[in-house]
């Protein structure tokens, strides 16, 4: 707000050169005065949140290792966010927020309550691995009394064609958000916030957020009960995933998830989850969605959408046993894992798959999995 207020007051600036000269003294010396204020507040307003917000939320945890899931972990990423300055957190999108929504879904989320919302991140082009998900889980927007919707989160194209397309997409199915960010690999980041930005405007009352990959089969009839479950036990600060410990940048320059030490100088990075999937409770996506605008922008969006806001949150991430699977090993077998991921990208085995999921849920039995 204030820097838009003090751009305003230097345009007033270079209008005043046509007044007279004793006037224009005056005048200047009032736009200097208000000029040099505005930058007060505005600094002000940016060592509030540096420090105040920052330090309450990790001060009880700045020792050099920590115990977390038993396992001993540096902590000397801390000073990513600690010790930042204030032109790290300008970023339009990533800390202000200014996301606009080109394409976007009807108002279901207003009329219906959601248990369940899957956000899904699939890239501009892909269509095929869209339809497939609508072919198979995705069909299934009841179950057991509870209501799911899917969403595909996309970023912006420069191709007219292909943004056509996609525009005639929506309006047969209305499952597509788009944000004002180009879709590309290393924009996830933009993708990550631009989902909690939509999420907390359009669909609040969800009870669960459930992100996942295009490439992932998730086993609604194992899920739902697991969720209940957690209702009914009144667990909240859900963040749920296969978590990664200890993992270190890529820095080697070829790689493709190359990190160079002035974009992260530590030698591990957060506990974080994987990115094909995660779940979280709404009131953890609340919560991330403010803690954005005082983290700097980092490209790895597991990282920073599921390893630095939950850390400065202090929100423990929680491994289910049955968490996730490959998918090729378990067609046609007793499918007792949440989600699971098609890592050689068969899409016959996605058909496979869903048919073995009907299959055992038509066979009614209660389940014999042990995962809760
Ligand atoms: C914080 O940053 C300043 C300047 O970049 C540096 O001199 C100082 O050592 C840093 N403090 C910590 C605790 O890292
Ligand atoms: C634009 O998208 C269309 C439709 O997906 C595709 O056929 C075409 O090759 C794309 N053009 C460019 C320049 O990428
Ligand atoms: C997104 O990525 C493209 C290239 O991959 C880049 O030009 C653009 O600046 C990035 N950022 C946003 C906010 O779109
Ligand atoms: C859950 O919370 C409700 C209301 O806050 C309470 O009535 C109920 O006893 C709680 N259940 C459990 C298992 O703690
Ligand atoms: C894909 O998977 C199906 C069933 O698992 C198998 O019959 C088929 O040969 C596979 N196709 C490829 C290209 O690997
Ligand atoms: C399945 O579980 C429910 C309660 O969860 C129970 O009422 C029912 O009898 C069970 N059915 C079988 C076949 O075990």
Not at 251 to 269: E, H, I, M, Q, V
Not at 307 to 336: A, R, T
């Amino acid at each position: 707000m204030s820097s838009i207020k003090c751009k305003r007051v230097m345009n007033g600036f270079q209008r005043i050169n046509v007044i007279p000269k004793s006037k224009k003294l005056r005048t200047t010396i009032i736009w200097v005065i208000l000029l040099t204020i505005c930058l007060l507040i505005f600094r002000y307003k940016n060592i509030k949140i540096d420090q105040k917000n920052i330090q309450q939320l990790v001060s009880h945890r700045s020792v050099q290792l920590v115990k977390y899931k038993g396992q001993t972990i540096g902590t000397e990423f801390e000073q990513f966010y600690m010790n930042v300055s204030s032109d790290k957190l300008m970023d339009p999108l990533i800390h202000k927020h200014q996301y606009r929504t080109f394409l976007n879904t009807g108002n279901e989320c207003k009329a219906k309550h959601k248990f369940i919302l899957v956000f899904i991140y699939s890239a501009t082009y892909k269509f095929d691995g869209r339809q497939i998900i609508r072919n198979t889980f995705g069909s299934i927007s009841n179950f057991a009394n509870r209501d799911i919707q899917y969403v595909f989160v996309l970023g912006q194209t420069n191709n007219d064609t292909l943004q056509g397309k996609i525009e005639k997409e929506n309006v047969r199915y209305k499952d597509i958000i788009q944000g004002n960010f180009i879709d590309s690999y290393k924009n996830l980041t933009y993708k990550r916030v631009f989902s909690l930005f939509w999420i907390n405007k359009y669909c609040k009352d969800a009870i669960y957020v459930i992100k996942i990959d295009d490439d992932i089969t998730i086993n609604i009839p194992l899920l739902i009960p697991y969720l209940n479950n957690k209702i009914n036990k009144n667990i909240t600060n859900v963040l749920e995933c296969f978590t990664i410990f200890r993992s270190q940048p890529y820095r080697r320059p070829r790689s493709k998830w190359y990190t160079p030490l002035s974009d992260y100088p530590f030698p591990t990075f957060p506990p974080y989850c994987a990115g094909p999937s995660s779940i979280m409770s709404i009131n953890v996506i609340r919560r991330m969605y403010k803690a954005t605008s005082i983290v700097p922008f980092f490209w790895l969006e597991d990282v920073y959408g599921s390893g630095f806001l939950p850390w400065i949150l202090n929100i423990e991430i929680v491994q289910p046993i049955c968490y996730i699977k490959d998918m090729h090993q378990s067609v046609n077998k007793k499918p007792c894992h949440f989600f699971y991921i098609n890592n050689i990208k068969n899409v016959s085995d996605s058909y496979e798959m869903w048919r073995t999921l009907e299959t055992d849920n038509k066979l009614k039995q209660n389940h014999t999995c042990k995962c809760w």
